[in-house]
């Protein structure tokens, strides 16, 4: 099987030996009612990546679980406050595409600090705001 992960939010599974086929499975984790979508390369401040930031990073096979790990990174933009920033973890069966182990999961992170946008005294990571990984940014 060949898997393909794209900036798009979708991952597709082909039959390798049949290059001619459809895909056997496509996931896509974009939601057009909840107007999730994939970040632009302004909002990352990344030039190398255009026109959109979705999946970016490599996916992971697990063989004895038949489980393939992407990370997405999603957004809700909004006309008035601020756009939200989401980065999940997907566990996909390696068969169909499905979601295991009760997935996608939230990342989230926080810490101890000051801010106008810190509630209680906690500095919420902002994660998909801005990605700086080297040489690429």
């Given amino acids: 099987m060949l898997f393909v992960a794209t900036e798009h939010d979708s991952v597709y599974a082909f039959d390798a030996g049949r290059p001619n086929d459809p895909p056997l499975w496509q996931a896509n984790f974009l939601d057009d009612n909840r ?6 390369s302004h909002d990352v401040s990344c030039p190398f990546i255009e026109p959109e930031v979705g999946i970016t990073s490599t996916p992971v096979i697990d063989l004895k679980t038949g489980t393939l790990y992407v990370l997405a990174r999603t957004m809700i933009r909004h006309t008035l406050g601020s756009n939200e920033y ?4 997907h566990a996909l069966a390696i ?6 182990f009760g997935g996608p999961k939230l990342i989230t992170a926080s ?22 990984a080297p040489p690429f940014c």
């Fill in 35 to 40: 107007q999730l979508t994939t970040l632009s």
């Fill in 86 to 89: 989401f980065q999940h973890l």
């Fill in 95 to 100: 068969t169909t595409g499905a979601e295991k």
């Fill in 111 to 132: 810490g101890p600090g000051r801010a106008t946008i810190a509630p209680m005294g906690r500095l919420r990571s902002i994660l998909c705001a801005r990605i700086r």
